[in-house]
């Protein structure tokens, strides 16, 4: 389920393209164009929609939802019929388009509001398959499938490094509630002495991790299709509305036939990059041809336990450090 700060400016970036109003109002009146929101998110919205603490976010979510009902790209001023949320509603299979808003069921929205965050993809997903079609969840131990030395050995200075929570000397004997011990013992920071172990940890799954990546996309046409997989490019155009730091964002995103009529990939590099935890950056040089310009758009990986330090199968959180409004194949919002 979402949090509220994610439902609110969700569901009133939706509202904003019905009303003309103010947020507080549209929320009292529970257009029935809203769909999917049940009786409790309402309420909950209600009392969310006049907490203070939300109010930068609330009226930024209500600009933008007004913003696409105007614009030439959006709405043109035309009053939806329905506009769906996708809310916590998972979809059957795999889903390729990042839609959080569907109005009239022809335009897609996606609602990013202060987050870098593209994708959270198993590693085997990303790194071994380039983000190509998936089928469920890989349960691979990451971490021993790279780094299986070097995690036995970390793992060796942790048992040492705790002396106090019984842990069993062997990596393969731990128990749920053994890593929920290592968990909230290590929540804050490695104990004094392991960072040494560590360090020779994460650089190895750093290391390893961009090895397999680059070996899954040899060729520049290989890192095409990464490139788009990454940048979410799809078959059908979709927009994002939200908010960066110091902007609002409000852009149209291109198809591949879109992108391959202005851009063309120099090169994509990845490498590992030197962090506090497991790191693989990528880095694009694109041609604008319009501009004969080239621009450089760049991200990186971050892998870790998906639930807390040793508790469940690592994930890879997939970045965008650059501007959303600097990506070629991001268009503004007219």
């Known amino acids: 389920m979402p949090g509220i700060k994610t439902e609110l400016t969700e569901v009133v970036t939706g509202l904003g393209m019905l009303c003309d109003s ?31 603490e939300y109010y930068s976010d609330v009226r930024s979510a209500w600009e933008n939802g007004r913003a696409f009902f105007h614009a030439n790209d959006g709405l043109r001023g035309r009053q939806p019929i329905a506009i769906e949320w996708k809310g916590p509603h998972h979809p059957p299979g795999y889903d390729f388009l990042p839609a959080d808003l569907r109005i009239d069921h022809v335009f897609l929205v ?48 942790v048992v040492a490094a705790l002396p106090t929570a019984s842990l069993p000397a062997d990596l393969d004997d731990l128990a749920p509630a ?16 392991l960072s040494g172990a560590y360090e020779e940890f994460s650089a190895t799954v750093s290391r390893r991790s961009a090895e397999i990546w680059n070996e899954a996309a040899p060729t520049l046409a290989d890192r095409e299709l990464l490139l788009w997989r990454i940048l979410r490019f799809n078959s059908a155009p979709y927009f994002i509305l939200g908010s960066a730091r110091s902007s609002s964002l409000r852009l149209r995103v291109a198809t591949p036939w879109d ?22 950056g990528w880095a694009a040089q694109v041609l604008d041809r319009n501009r004969d310009v080239t621009v450089t758009v760049e991200g990186h990986v971050e892998i870790r336990w998906s639930h807390g330090r040793f508790c469940g199968f690592p994930e890879a959180k997939l970045y965008l450090d650059s501007g959303y409004e600097d990506v070629p194949g991001y268009f503004p919002l007219n």
């Open 110 to 157: 996606s609602c990013k509001y202060l987050s870098r965050v593209l994708a959270n993809p198993s590693p085997a997903h990303l790194f071994q398959r380039a983000l190509s079609v998936r089928g469920n969840r890989s349960e691979t131990d990451w971490f021993m499938l790279v780094a299986e030395e070097a995690y036995r050995r970390f793992y060796a200075s």
């Open 178 to 193: 053994d890593r929920e011990k290592i968990k909230h013992a290590c929540a804050r920071a490695w104990p004094h002495g």
């Open 259 to 280: 992108w391959r009529q202005e851009f063309s990939l120099r090169d994509f590099v990845i490498e590992p990059q030197p962090s506090s935890q497991p790191r693989v």
């Open 22 to 52: 103010t947020p507080e109002d549209a929320v009292s009146q529970r257009p029935q164009q809203m769909r999917n929101v049940e009786a409790s998110h309402w309420e909950r919205l209600e009392d969310a929609v006049k907490n203070p």
